[in-house]
Every structure is written in structure tokens, then in C-alpha cells.
């Protein structure tokens, strides 16, 4: 089973800040917490990952509270092609799979 | 980051054929690549871990015998689904992880195949 919980769906607006949330509060000290994107019909995309600290990259920053039990993925300008299925996955499974569950369906909206 | 090919995007087949797909990493060396399922709606579940020249590790209910999987090098593993049925239609997606200690340590994935058996 998927150790995190996200919302459902969200919406954004276009240009705004999109900022999913994810828990994971069972987290061991020793996973990482890893968010993919999934667009309609395509593969699953790698977004970003980290451990403890706070990650930024060109497409998005990721913000891991001090306790680890929860993160947000910050979108800092949304943009249409931006819509998807957002997946926050902490890395698990005895063969360090990826182990996937219902994410959250992100619509940027003009 | 690092690019996963797959191949083919779309097949159709009759029922009772079988059919491969290739999964490629074409800028690095996977050592374990992984074969993935999702069915509309739903998330992706995994199916099988492939290991380079071992035997695949399957998952409960995904059947070996069915879902034949060979890893015969460091950059390519197959899926060869075999006697298709309708029911065996679905979106299939490998991904592939770059050798330990290698600079990334996230996994890729594939562009996924469509498989429709009519």
C-alpha cells in the first residue's frame, strides 16, 4: 500500500502558484520523499525528491516539514501544460520500487 | 534528466497472439527496471521487477508464465505478454533506476504502450 495521502483533485489558476500537499506520516528516517506528474495517456514524470531539507529545481521546489510527517510541492507558476496527476510517493517496497497511489489531479485553469 | 524509450506506443493484437515491448534507458545503465500496469482511472500497480540476468520477482497475481519479462543487458528489458486476451488490455509503463552510485538516483519512466487486444 502507498504510504502518503493527497488530495483528490485541486484547482489553480493559471499563472498562480499551485502548492499540493502530501502526508506521509510513517515515513522511516531513511526514505525519501519523491513526487512524479502523470499527464493524460504518458509515463510518469520525475518532478523532484528529497530527504529533510528543502529541494528547488527548474520546475518546482519542494518544502518537507521539520518532522518529516509532510510535504508540499510548490508549483511556482502554473501553467496549462502544467495539468495532471501529481504523485507523492515515498520510496519503499523491498526492492526500492515506486509504489504509487491515487495522487492528485491538478487542473490549471485559464 | 535521464531518457527511458519504449516501444511500441500503441498496439492492437487478436486475442490468442503475443506480443513484446522494449524498454530502452538510452543515456545510462539500469540495473533493475520495473514493469508497471494501469488500468483507465486508476493508478499505476506494479507488475514485476526486473533484474539484469536474473530472473524477474513478480508481483501476487501477476503470472509469470503470462507476463514474460527478460533483462538480457544493462540498458533493455522486455515485456512479452503471451496468449492475449481482452482483459489484458491496458496501459503497460516500465521504468528503469541508473546503477548504484550512479548520478541519479531517481527512477524514469517509459512512455507507456497502449495495448488494446481485440
Not at chain 1, 502558484?17 to 495517456?41: D, K
Not at chain 1, 510535504?71 to 504509487?100: E, K, M, W
Not at chain 2, 531518457?3 to 490468442?16: A, F, L, T
Not at chain 2, 508464465?65 to 505478454?81: C, G, M, P, R
Amino acid at each position: 500500500d502507498a504510504k502518503t495521502t493527497q488530495p483528490t483533485s485541486m484547482d489553480c489558476a493559471e499563472g498562480r502558484a499551485a502548492n499540493l500537499p502530501c502526508n506521509h506520516s510513517t515515513i522511516s528516517g531513511n526514505e525519501y520523499v519523491y513526487w512524479y506528474r502523470q499527464i493524460h495517456s504518458q509515463g510518469p514524470q520525475y518532478i523532484i525528491h528529497g530527504l529533510k531539507n528543502n529541494e528547488t529545481n527548474e520546475m518546482a521546489s519542494l518544502i518537507i516539514t521539520e518532522d518529516r510527517k509532510s510535504s508540499t510541492l510548490i508549483l511556482p507558476h502554473a501553467t496549462l501544460r502544467d495539468t495532471a496527476v501529481y504523485y507523492c510517493i515515498v520510496r519503499g517496497g523491498s526492492q526500492g520500487n515506486l509504489i504509487f497511489g491515487k495522487g492528485t489531479k491538478l487542473s490549471v485553469k485559464p | 534528466g535521464a531518457v527511458v524509450s519504449q516501444h511500441p506506443s500503441r498496439v492492437i493484437c487478436k486475442s490468442g497472439t503475443s506480443v513484446k515491448i522494449e524498454c530502452r534507458s538510452l543515456d545510462f545503465q539500469a540495473t533493475t527496471m520495473f514493469w508497471y500496469r494501469q488500468f483507465p482511472k486508476q493508478s499505476l500497480m506494479l507488475m514485476a521487477t526486473s533484474n539484469e540476468g536474473s530472473k524477474a520477482t513478480y508481483e501476487q497475481g501477476v503470472e509469470k508464465d503470462k507476463f514474460l519479462i527478460n533483462h538480457a543487458s544493462l540498458t533493455l528489458s522486455t515485456l512479452t505478454v503471451t496468449s492475449a486476451h481482452p482483459e489484458d488490455s491496458s496501459f503497460y509503463i516500465c521504468s528503469a533506476r541508473a546503477l548504484p552510485g550512479s548520478r541519479h538516483t531517481e527512477a524514469f519512466f517509459g512512455q507507456g504502450t497502449r495495448l488494446t487486444v481485440v
